[in-house]
């Protein structure tokens, strides 16, 4: 669905995402796993348009370039797409409801009538039916993450991005989260990209595997072929050992996404 070619992201000296390579098929779940800096919020705002490319090509059923396309051809595609960010970035004065309805309210002119019984069936496939008067301030961690997906699924995008979904939750809400995604994947056949340092979570619903390193694809495969790698820097990321030959953290406060939390 989405093949890069040579795509790079440079910011001032550093280099974010250095040229790389890469295929994300219709109907898989693609996870970019990696330690914090390592460049996958990048790859991930520059898969979905979000960031201009440095170099390199990105494209879309093999026709449409991403890196060179107009603000409006962009944002036709868009409506393909669904993005989840790494804080759920709900809109705060708003309820569930009308969080879950937003795409629909500013995209479209549908009755409201039309708009409740959508955003009541994304609830329910997110597990989240009944809560829709709650405000975000009133969830926990993952209920929030859950109506942040109904949010993005609500326009039935073809293609899904999903940042850090399970991080800042305890262990049960990220199982439950986690399990939701590949779910979602099975069900309604989407095809989705995530980025997680979570490796068990990472492991667990990934079709294909992008394993980063200081901007660099350090390696790429199915589940089962990370398991077995026996590259040591592969090793030292999925056994978590920190004195191993690779330094995983670039940066411990990736900036961007403090601000993205802010929208
Ligand atoms: N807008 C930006 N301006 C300058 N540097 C940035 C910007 N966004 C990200 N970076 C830097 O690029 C590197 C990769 O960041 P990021 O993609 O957020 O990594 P990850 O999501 O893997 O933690 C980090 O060193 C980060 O500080
Ligand atoms: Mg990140």
């Known amino acids: 669905m989405l093949r890069v070619e ?3 992201r440079r910011f001032g000296d550093l280099l974010a995402v250095a040229p790389a390579n890469i295929h994300i098929r219709r109907h898989q779940t693609t996870v970019i796993m990696g ?6 919020t990048t790859l991930l705002r520059l898969l979905a348009g979000l960031e201009q490319a440095s170099s390199g090509h990105i494209w879309l059923d093999g026709k449409h370039d991403l890196s060179c396309i107009s603000q409006s051809g962009l944002y036709q595609l868009r409506q393909r797409m669904g993005m989840v960010f790494q804080y759920s970035a709900l809109l705060n004065s708003l309820n569930v409801y009308e969080n879950v309805a937003f795409p629909l309210h500013e995209h ?3 009755d409201e ?3 409740r019984t959508m955003v009541m069936m994304k609830l329910e496939q997110v597990g989240m039916r009944g809560f829709e008067h709650l405000m975000p301030s009133e969830l926990s961690g993952g209920m929030a993450k ?4 109904a949010r993005a699924l609500i326009t039935d995008p073809e293609l899904v ?10 262990p049960i809400s990220a199982g439950v989260v986690s399990s939701l995604i590949h779910r979602l994947g099975q069900q309604t056949r989407l ?13 667990r619903i990934a079709d294909k595997v992008i394993l980063l390193w200081q901007g660099h694809v350090i390696a790429e495969g199915t589940a089962e072929d990370i398991r077995h790698s026996d590259d040591p820097r592969v090793r030292q990321f999925i056994e978590g050992n920190p004195d191993g030959p690779i330094p995983f953290s670039r940066n411990e406060t990736p900036f961007h996404e403090a601000l993205m939390a802010g929208l």
């Open 108 to 110: 479209t002119q549908l």
């Open 113 to 115: 009538s039309v708009i």
């Open 35 to 40: 330690g914090s800096g390592s460049g996958k």
């Open 191 to 203: 095809t989705s990209v995530v980025v997680t340092h979570d490796v068990e979570a990472g492991l």
């Open 161 to 170: 991005f999903f940042d850090e979904p399970t991080s800042g939750l305890d």
């Open 146 to 149: 859950r109506v942040a997906f």
């Open 6 to 8: 040579n795509l790079s």
